[in-house]
């Protein structure tokens, strides 16, 4: 079969790999359909990630099961289904808990297993025809309807960026009329925008430099923030000073609160630095959320902060930061992280979807065959036009 490998900095390939077989009685093959390519992706790609030659990669796949081995009871040949990033057993004390984002059993070497990522155990990833799927009675997602239907760009949505983008804004404690920032407006920082809005949140920022994202931010209602135009935290704040109603209805010394209740981290430390936008500044982001963010507030940073090979000195290489923790602690925040345990939400998203309260499709910008992938991950890492790549199978 065709997967996509990675063979190194800014390459991949397309090769003919073996197809997958059952390995264990609980595992389920499927037929991939739909496969996204991820922000996630793109550490990797651009070096910033471990080391992880010949890698098959994806961990966004949905498509219809082709096999089930003997122990597999709740999903049959023919299903139709979207697989959740996250690779876990369903049983140890953490996946019991919800936790199955730190599943204790998948990796030898740390409690996170995903498809298609280095150093996330051993499972290769969903940009291919073919995937072996691990406890297939817990992964597997039941869908409605046929392969190459009118939600199949929306249900592949739900394999990672659709719950991890709800999963932010849950983490930022988002609920009706509470005012929301998101940094970053790739894939995740806009559908964490977007999930703001489906929670009711009053007034959502999203900030990037990307005016083609930023117009889809735009779309949902968001107010687009350009931080090549000036510092982001001021030109949030000349707005909310700007609101006339906001500013007669506050009392003296609630002047204080023109900060965000909400602040989402969806970039990571593979942040732009602001005054210079050709260099990584980590810190960038979490920097300019302890400032928006108001005093009681909440920030969510489900961008993600790793040890970076390739960072600029021995700090960097370590995921070692530098934070205003002062700020952050005298304002009383509290601060939510990690990997997204995709199974806590997916159902009920795709419930939304398939009752027309959500369409999460909205952000994918290119429809693509898998020879297409090697040129799609090139355009993606510009990180402006190509805001979502899908690779098609049917
Ligand atoms: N926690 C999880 O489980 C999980 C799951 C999926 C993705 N992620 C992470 O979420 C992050 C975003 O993913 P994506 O697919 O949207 O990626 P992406 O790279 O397409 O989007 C990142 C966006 O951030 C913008 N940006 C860069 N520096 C900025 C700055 N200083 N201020 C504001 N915006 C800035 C970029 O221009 C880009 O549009 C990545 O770190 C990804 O790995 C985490
Ligand atoms: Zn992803
Ligand atoms: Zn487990």
Redesign the pocket.
């Known amino acids: 079969m065709k997967a996509v490998v990675y063979k190194g900095p800014r390459n991949v390939d397309v090769e003919e790999v073996k197809k997958p077989e059952i390995e264990k009685p609980t595992d389920v093959i499927i037929k991939v359909t739909s496969s996204g390519i991820?922000?996630?992706d793109?550490?990797l790609y651009d070096g910033h990630g471990p080391d992880g030659l010949g890698t098959i990669l994806g961990h966004e796949p949905m498509g219809v099961v082709e096999e089930v081995g003997d122990a597999v009871e709740l999903v049959k040949p023919g299903d139709r289904v979207v697989i959740p990033?996250n690779v876990a057993c369903g049983s140890c004390l953490n996946c019991i808990r919800g936790l199955t984002?730190m599943c204790l059993t998948m990796n030898p070497d740390a409690a996170i297993a995903n498809y298609g990522y280095p150093g996330a155990g051993p499972y290769a990833g969903g940009q291919a025809e073919y995937l072996r799927v691990p406890y297939g009675d817990w992964a597997c997602l039941k869908l409605p309807g046929e392969p190459g239907d009118e939600f199949e760009d929306d249900f592949v949505m739900l394999a990672?960026?659709f719950p991890?983008a709800y999963?932010?804004a849950e983490l930022a404690k988002v609920k009706t009329g509470k005012t929301v920032a998101v940094?970053?407006?790739?894939?995740?920082?806009?559908l964490a925008a977007y999930s703001s809005m489906l929670m009711g949140a009053s007034e959502v920022y999203v900030?990037?430099?990307?005016d083609k994202?930023l117009k889809l931010a735009e779309s949902i209602g968001a107010v687009p923030i350009n931080?090549t135009d000036g510092d982001?935290v001021e030109m949030i704040m000349q707005i909310r000073q700007n609101n006339k109603n906001l500013m007669s209805s506050l009392r003296p010394g609630e002047e204080k609160v023109l900060g965000v209740d909400c602040a989402i981290d969806?970039?990571?430390?593979?942040?732009?630095?602001?005054n210079n936008?050709e260099e990584f500044?980590p810190n960038?982001?979490l920097m300019?959320i302890a400032r928006i963010i108001a005093p009681g507030g909440s920030i969510g940073v489900?961008?993600?902060y790793s040890p970076d090979p390739a960072g600029k000195d021995e700090n960097e290489k370590q995921g070692y930061l530098t934070l205003p923790w002062a700020e952050l602690w005298f304002k009383g925040v509290s601060i939510g992280t990690?990997?997204?345990p995709v199974k806590q939400m997916h159902g009920f998203l795709r419930n939304l979807i398939f009752n027309g309260k959500a369409k999460p499709s909205f952000i994918v910008s290119d429809r693509i065959s898998i020879d297409e992938a090697p040129e799609a991950y090139k355009q993606?890492d510009k990180?402006?036009d190509v805001?979502?790549p899908i690779i098609k199978f049917h």
Do not use: E, M
């Open positions: 991820c922000g996630s793109l550490h990033f984002n990672d960026i991890t999963y932010a940094f970053g407006a790739g894939p995740v920082g806009l900030v990037d430099k990307s994202r931080f982001p969806a970039v990571g430390y593979q942040a732009l630095d602001r936008s500044k960038q982001v300019d489900i961008g993600v990690g990997p997204t993606f990180r402006d805001v979502k």
